[in-house]
């Protein structure tokens, strides 16, 4: 199946920082990817689509000064995560579909600890 | 997307057949049933999808029933591995993955 890397696996970082994460295609292309968060013991709850070559768009209660997307290229989304506090601690999970797909593939995953 | 109706949690021996059901009562005629899982830790993990007919893969077999109001997942020799949280997600909105609360499969020795 179709590969999706995430990029890093796990950072920790001082509240007030800023983190970006890097979500990768490696062996397809797509025009939007998909952003999750994922607490403990709970479902992943979509963020944001990231669109290439226009802004993401957000889902409702998602604040987007504060998780900022850019999707540089077909293979390329990031997610920064602004001023981060210990409450964004979470999963951060990234999922494309191929163009001509209808299943979606999912990142390992980016494990976010503000301290 | 339809919303769907998972068990929370199933029990199933290692190399038994593990069974697991969705209820999808107001899919669409156009919509697929999806079903990932995702074990501990780890992103979610495509397993197979159906429209009307059954489907199977290297991993799993898919029956939809024939008015399409449910399916069930058949994970046909499970082992320790299989243990992890399956979703069943009736639709893909804009090409969005919604996830539901999902069953967690916990596979026994």
């Known amino acids: 199946g179709a590969v999706v890397s995430q990029h890093p696996s796990r950072v920790i970082c001082k509240s007030g920082t800023s983190v970006k994460i890097e979500c990768r295609s490696l062996d397809f292309q797509a025009t939007t990817m998909f952003w999750y968060r994922q607490f403990p013991k709970q479902s992943l709850m979509l963020m944001a689509t990231?669109?290439?070559?226009?802004?993401?768009?957000?889902e409702q209660g998602v604040e987007k000064d504060k998780f900022l997307i850019n999707h540089a290229s077909l293979t390329l989304s990031t997610l920064t995560v602004t001023s981060a506090h210990p409450e964004d601690s979470s999963f951060y999970i990234c999922s494309a579909t191929p163009l001509q797909g209808l299943e979606g593939f999912f990142g390992p995953g980016t494990r976010l600890t503000v301290l | 997307d339809a919303k769907t109706t998972q068990p929370p949690s199933m029990d199933c021996a290692e190399g038994r057949a593990a069974n697991l059901p969705c209820n999808h009562s107001?899919?669409?005629?156009?919509?697929?049933v999806y079903w990932y899982r995702q074990i501990h830790s780890q992103g979610p993990q495509y397993i197979i999808h159906g429209l009307k007919n059954n489907e199977t893969n290297e991993m799993a077999s898919l029956i939809i029933t024939e008015d399409r109001k449910s399916s069930t997942l058949i994970l046909p020799h499970a082992t320790l591995r299989d243990t992890a949280v399956y979703y069943c997600?009736?639709?893909?909105?804009?090409?969005?993955?919604?996830f539901g609360k999902g069953t967690r499969l916990h596979i026994l020795p």
């Open positions: 997600i009736a639709g893909h909105r804009d090409d969005k993955i919604i």
């Open positions: 990231s669109n290439e070559g226009s802004k993401a768009t957000y």
């Open positions: 107001t899919i669409s005629g156009n919509e697929y």
